[in-house]
Structures are given as structure tokens and as C-alpha cells.
């Protein structure tokens, strides 16, 4: 579960420095964007990052991730929320929520963090932490899985689902680098089960052995990997391609194939 004082708290210091995955973000959005045949005039986002996002797209209404959604039903052709989702303790109600405030044959893009993010450093954390103290502690918050994502939008109402990735792989002089680096993103352990007191710095230097025992680069700097999930779905219309009814196929798919058909033995 997630602790929305601390995320609110975290996002409030994020610099422009940490913005380089939003400026990913921000491609992606518009490649998806650019692959539809379709013009969107009352368009809509969703983030925890209003000013970036409102200076990306100033014609959007912008609306906080918040677990309730300050939009309106049916008012919008373009829905998209951008880099909040792993963070939702209720992400099947966020996707309602951006379905119901689009128009028939509207469109939801959702970008946000998957479950291979920070991997590397998830699994040196652990191994560490375990090692020094005997315990462990809840540090990366968990995130989706791709084949699970295509359920989640259609348990949310949308037709047409898809769900692909982009994973993005950046270097790290060391551990505490890319703690900076998380610090800036405003995207630090936000868990409501963290650990409410000190880490031991010798956790974190066991860490660092071991993430550059198994994670570097060749450069000697230390791999990190940020996975970007991007789910599409429209909201649903007549107008949309329907499946057709079992066993109403006017063809056989052996004649279009050009293929005999052979009967399966028992």
C-alpha cells in the first residue's frame, strides 16, 4: 500500500533534473498519439506532476492522480495518465475513472512504471539488507507485470486493449548516484510499511558491493533499469470492429491457407 502523504511529499522536492524519464514519457505518449488517424480537441491528463505535464500538452485539462479523479463523465476524446499508476492502491479504479470521463470511441493511454523497474537495485537492497541486519524491509514498491496489464483494462471497460514496454537502461556512478537521481524523480519509498527509522549506512555499502559485483556496466558504472508499461484502450463504441460470433465463418481457414485439412485422431 502506498502512503499518499509521503508520495504528495516526495513529488512536492522532485527537480527538473529527475524529469528525463517524463521527457520518455512524453515520446511515447506522442507516438502513440501520432499512430492514430484521429484529431483530439478535448483532451485530458491524468499525473502527479501537473507542471510538467501542463507545460507539455497546455491545452489538456490536467487532473491529479488522486484516488478520486476531479473529471467529468463522458467529457473528454483523450484520457491519459502518465506516470503514476504503480503507485495507485486502486489502479482497476483509476482506469474506471479515465473510462467513464471519455466520450464514446475515446482513447486512454496509461504510461507508467513496470515490474522490471529498478530491478537491480531491488535485488542488491535485499540481498544486503538481509545479509547486516537479519531482516527485511518493504524499499521498492511493486509494480505490474505486462501479460497481467491487457486484464486490467478490459476488467476496466475498455475495448481494444493493448499493452506493450520500453525498457531504458541508465548508468550510475554508484548506488547513492542513483538514490540522488530517485530523490529527484520524487519517487523514493513512499510504502505506507517502509521502515520509519534510519537504514544503517553499512546496509547501503553492502548494497553497493554487491550491485557492483553483478550490475556493471563495462564503462564500471553501475546498470539501472527503468521499464515505461504503456497500456492503449478506447472507450467503448459501435462503431469499433466487433469479434464475430463463433462458428459464423463464411470460409474455411484451410481454403485460405491452401492447406489440406486433416481430421485429428482420438
Known amino acids: 500500500m502506498t502512503d499518499p502523504a509521503a508520495l504528495q511529499h516526495h513529488r512536492a522536492r522532485a527537480t527538473a533534473?529527475?524529469?528525463?524519464?517524463?521527457?520518455?514519457?512524453?515520446?511515447?505518449?506522442?507516438?502513440?498519439l501520432d499512430m492514430v488517424n484521429k484529431?483530439?480537441?478535448?483532451?485530458?491528463?491524468v499525473t502527479g506532476f501537473s507542471d510538467y505535464w501542463a507545460a507539455q500538452h497546455p491545452t489538456a485539462k490536467i487532473a491529479s492522480d488522486s484516488e478520486t479523479l476531479r473529471l467529468s463523465p463522458d467529457s473528454h476524446d483523450l484520457v491519459a495518465h502518465v506516470m503514476g499508476l504503480h503507485w495507485s492502491n486502486d489502479p482497476v479504479g483509476q482506469l474506471i475513472q479515465c473510462r467513464?470521463?471519455?466520450?464514446?470511441?475515446?482513447?486512454?493511454?496509461?504510461i507508467s512504471f513496470g515490474g522490471d523497474t529498478l530491478q537491480e537495485l531491488r535485488r542488491a537492497l535485499a540481498e544486503a539488507e538481509i545479509a547486516v541486519t537479519g531482516g527485511l524491509s518493504p524499499r521498492i514498491a511493486p509494480m505490474p507485470e505486462l501479460r497481467d496489464l491487457g486484464g486490467l483494462l478490459q476488467r476496466a471497460g475498455f475495448?481494444?486493449?493493448?499493452?506493450d514496454t520500453a525498457l531504458i537502461k541508465v548508468e550510475y556512478r554508484d548506488i547513492w548516484h542513483l538514490m540522488h537521481d530517485l530523490r529527484a524523480m520524487g519517487e523514493t519509498n513512499a510504502l505506507s510499511a517502509r521502515l520509519r527509522r534510519p537504514t544503517r549506512r553499512a546496509v547501503f555499502e553492502k548494497a553497493q558491493k554487491l550491485y557492483a559485483e553483478h550490475f556493471a556496466a563495462p564503462s564500471g558504472r553501475l546498470k539501472a533499469s527503468f521499464e515505461l508499461q504503456v497500456l492503449t484502450g478506447w472507450a467503448p463504441d459501435a462503431s469499433q470492429p466487433q469479434?464475430?460470433?463463433?462458428?459464423?465463418?463464411?470460409q474455411r481457414l484451410a481454403d485460405a491457407l491452401g492447406s489440406a485439412e486433416k481430421p485429428l485422431h482420438d
Not at 533534473?17 to 520518455?24: E, I, S, V
Not at 467513464?100 to 496509461?110: C, K, Q, S
Open 159 to 163: 475495448a481494444l486493449p493493448v499493452a
Open 100 to 110: 467513464r470521463a471519455l466520450r464514446p470511441d475515446g482513447l486512454f493511454i496509461g
Open 39 to 45: 484529431s483530439f480537441t478535448q483532451p485530458a491528463i
Open 243 to 250: 469479434p464475430l460470433r463463433p462458428g459464423s465463418a463464411q
Open 17 to 32: 533534473a529527475g524529469f528525463f524519464l517524463h521527457d520518455a514519457a512524453a515520446d511515447e505518449l506522442q507516438d502513440r
